[in-house]
Structure formats: structure tokens, C-alpha cells
């Protein structure tokens, strides 16, 4: 089944440590992203790709960064420097070249004390 | 800039009644695109559908219908009969069309339907 995959579904780290979020796609989109939820808050996007090797950062990129090496891997390292790095963070792909509607992983739960 | 408004943050209605959820948005771009999504409790954002911003007419599918006006910003969504399995969080986005599908998107509605 084509989809997307976020790893671990729930991941746990001390304070200061770099943790690294897997997202991993076999629906051959160009197009990768990586959103930040809070409760009560709408997505937030952190970094986006539009195709290998290159990549933007979004509105919150600060803290943390991205690689996208493969068409279908993007994972996002949350550094030591972010503030405040508990919360629900969604992967998700669309097509690239027109306004498609981007396809989201599970997520993965990080709480962060 | 861009911004989306889901004024509602937490709606409850019992099964069976027809609820709303009001989406109002701000763009100065003529061309944009306009997006509900579902949020279950499992975590997965759900696509729902996409509406361009010359395309106003009103879309029904199954027990919902979207009702676009352009003249107030709004992309109100509507669930007719109402199921225990709607109840969800649900976002409405904005997307530009010239920045790389950069999507703006509401702080959602959580929608609880009571048996």
C-alpha cells in the first residue's frame, strides 16, 4: 500500500539531546514537509522540500533541521536548541509542480523533559 | 499575509443533527487553493477536499457539503445527520499557488457528536 510512515509513533528524550524523526513515502511525490501540532493550535509548517537536495525552511524552522537525500526520506533532527520541542509532529507529501492536496503520516508524539 | 480563522474551537451536538463549521479566510492572491482536512484521535490528517478560488460552486459528498463564498472569505463546512465517528478535529487551509505549496492553516474546530 502507497502511503506515508512516520517512526517512532511515540518517542521520549531527556533535555539536550539532538532526537532524529523518521518520515518515509512510496507514493513518489516531490514534494515533502514537516509540520509542528500544539493543543489547541493549528499546524505549523517547520521545513518543506520541493525535491531532493533542497530544502526551505518554513515558519518555525529555528531548533531544528532537515536533510532530504532520497526522493521518499525527510527526516527532521530536533536540536538541543529548541525551546520547546514537546509536541505532535506530522509528515506529510503531495505532488510538486501544482496546488495538490498533501498527504499526511501518523505522526510521532515527542515529549521532551 | 495569509491567515485562516476557525473561530469555532469546540462544537458539541447529538447524533443525528446537522452541525457547521465556519472557515473564514484572508488572502490578497486572486488564485489560491482551499482545503478541509479531518483530524480522528488517531492522528492522521484526513483530506477531505480542495476547492480552487474560481470555482464557487457549493459541493455535496454523501453527508457533507462545503459552501464557498468569495464575497465574505468563507469556506464553511457542513455535516448533515451527524455520527459518534465525525467526531474528530478538523482543520481548514489555505495554499498560495505560486510558493511551493506552502499550506496556511486554521487552529481547527473539535467536533464532538454525543449518542
Known amino acids: 500500500d502507497g502511503g506515508i510512515t512516520q517512526s517512532p509513533k511515540y518517542l521520549f528524550r531527556k533535555e539536550g539531546q539532538n532526537v532524529t524523526l523518521s518520515c518515509e513515502q512510496n507514493l513518489n511525490h516531490d514534494a515533502m514537509y514537516w509540520y509542528r501540532q500544539d493543543p489547541g493550535q493549528g499546524l505549523r509548517l517547520i521545513y518543506y522540500?520541493?525535491?531532493?537536495?533542497?530544502?526551505q525552511k518554513g515558519d518555525i524552522a529555528e531548533g531544528y533541521s532537515v536533510s532530504r537525500e532520497k526522493k521518499e526520506s525527510f527526516p527532521l533532527t530536533v536540536t538541543s536548541a529548541q525551546k520547546n520541542p514537546t509536541a505532535f509532529y506530522l509528515c506529510?507529501?503531495?505532488?510538486?509542480?501544482?496546488?495538490?492536496?498533501?498527504?499526511f503520516g501518523p505522526g510521532t508524539r515527542l515529549t521532551v523533559t | 499575509a495569509q491567515k485562516v480563522t476557525q473561530a469555532q474551537t469546540e462544537i458539541s451536538v447529538v447524533e443525528k443533527e446537522d452541525v457547521t463549521l465556519d472557515c473564514v479566510y484572508e488572502?490578497?492572491?486572486?488564485?489560491?487553493?482551499l482545503f478541509w482536512y479531518k483530524q480522528p484521535p488517531s492522528g492522521e490528517l484526513v483530506f477531505l477536499i480542495r476547492r480552487n478560488s474560481f470555482d464557487e460552486q457549493n459541493e455535496i459528498s454523501g453527508r457533507y457539503s462545503w459552501n464557498f463564498q468569495k464575497s465574505t472569505s468563507s469556506f464553511n463546512f457542513t455535516i448533515t445527520a451527524s455520527q459518534v465517528v465525525d467526531s474528530a478535529v478538523y482543520f481548514c487551509a489555505l495554499c498560495r499557488t505560486n510558493t511551493g505549496n506552502q499550506f496556511y492553516f486554521g487552529t481547527g474546530t473539535s467536533l464532538t457528536v454525543i449518542p
Open positions: 488572502t490578497r492572491d486572486t488564485t489560491y487553493y
Open positions: 522540500s520541493q525535491i531532493v537536495n533542497d530544502f
Open positions: 506529510a507529501s503531495s505532488p510538486a509542480g501544482t496546488t495538490y492536496e498533501q498527504y
